[in-house]
């Protein structure tokens, strides 16, 4: 313990994740495009609402389950299709399934 080069630090930017008005994106902007498109269609409370009802759900999802969970759930649930598409570094979940 006494010589630091033996120590790796971490940069605190890799930790961060992509915020909007201090909010996480993957949490504010689907409830920002949801009320803004009800909002548009002049149901601005139901649009409210669904956006509320997004915005904490998903808050407590990332805290009870990880901040990967909406990756993890469209990995795992995901026709093979999008694994093909959006995550060509893994194999399909029905291939990985079989690997455990």
């Known amino acids: 313990m006494d010589n630091p080069t033996q120590f790796f630090s971490i940069p605190k930017k890799l930790n961060n ?6 909010f996480a994106m993957d949490e504010l902007a689907p409830a ?3 009320f803004g498109v009800l909002f548009l269609m002049h149901h601005a ?3 409210m609402a669904l956006a509320t009802v997004w915005f904490i759900g998903l808050r407590r ?3 009870q389950y990880g901040m990967r969970i909406l990756r993890l ?3 795992w649930y995901a026709p093979t299709e999008f694994s093909q ?3 060509k570094r893994t194999p399909s979940a029905c291939r990985r ?3 455990r």
């Open 45 to 47: 409370l139901i649009g």
């Open 73 to 75: 759930t469209a990995y």
């Open 85 to 87: 598409t959006f995550l």
């Open 32 to 34: 920002l495009c949801v």
């Open 61 to 63: 999802l990332k805290s």
């Open 97 to 99: 399934y079989w690997l």
């Open 17 to 22: 994740v992509p915020t909007l008005m201090g």
